[in-house]
């Protein structure tokens, strides 16, 4: 039952952030499932990813379309390049170990927060 309502309550923080500031999945949602759930980087990341399939996008999607805030051909484009990259980056993934994997993310996360806090 802890680990229902913990997964309830972690999904509706990540659909929080991911809604108000386009971050959820990787930013949020991994962390914290390696820190709170105890998940290694491959099944946080893993997760995250069926986590965001439908929720996210169905819901998030259908408030910024109504606000005119989707560039649909774009959008659409992206979704095709995620489509082909999800694929390969998923396999390569498993390749590597998780310590290496946890260490590109930190490498990937920190880079862009410098760049964010830097930026004019």
Same mark, same amino acid.
């Not at 039952?1 to 500031?21: D, K, R």
């Given at each position: ?18 809604? =108000?500031?386009?971050? !959820?999945?990787?930013?949020? &949602?991994?962390?914290?499932?390696? $820190? @709170?759930?105890? %998940? ?36 659409? =484009?992206?979704?095709? !390049?995620?489509?082909?990259? &999800?694929?390969?980056?998923?396999? $390569? @993934?498993?390749? %590597? ?24």
């Amino acid at each position: 039952m802890l680990l229902i309502l913990g997964a309830l309550l972690a999904g509706l923080t990540i659909g929080v952030f991911s809604g =108000l500031i386009g971050v !959820g999945g990787g930013v949020i &949602a991994v962390p914290l499932l390696v $820190y @709170a759930f105890g %998940m290694d980087q491959k099944m946080a990341q893993g997760t995250s990813l069926m986590m965001l399939l439908g929720p996210t996008g169905a819901f998030a999607i259908m408030e910024y379309y109504r606000a005119g805030n989707i560039n649909l051909k774009v959008g659409l =484009l992206l979704a095709l !390049g995620v489509l082909i990259g &999800a694929y390969f980056g998923g396999h $390569y @993934a498993q390749t %590597m170990s998780n310590v290496v994997l946890r260490r590109i993310f930190a490498v990937v996360l920190a880079a862009v927060a410098l760049k964010m806090f830097f930026q004019k």
